[in-house]
């Protein structure tokens, strides 16, 4: 059995792989801007507060595509007759 995209499903995945990516980049700005001497206490509260927001969302979304994946495994193993000690890990 083959497992393909369908169009909306690979426009989903290229829009949830560039908000991982947006988000990821504002969170490193978020800290090379903590990490520097030019901020202010209440500037860097506001931007601990986002920071701390944007790794919320990017974990949700780590745990989501491990959960997909997963789920991908599964059906792979169970279309293959493929046993947990036959798949590879790492």
């Known amino acids: 059995m083959r497992y393909t995209l369908q169009k909306g499903?690979?426009?989903?995945?290229?829009k949830a792989q560039s908000?991982?990516?947006?988000?990821?980049?504002e969170l490193e700005t978020i800290t090379r801007a903590l990490e520097s001497d030019d901020i202010g206490l209440d500037e860097a509260i506001i931007h601990f507060e986002r920071g701390s927001q944007l790794a919320t969302e990017l974990q949700a979304q780590l745990n989501d595509a491990e959960q997909r994946i997963e789920s991908i495994k599964l059906r792979f193993q169970e279309s293959h007759k493929i046993s947990d000690s036959e798949v590879l890990t790492d």
Request: charged residues 40%; without cysteine.
């Open 9 to 14: 499903e690979l426009m989903k995945s290229a």
């Open 19 to 25: 908000n991982f990516r947006d988000t990821l980049e």
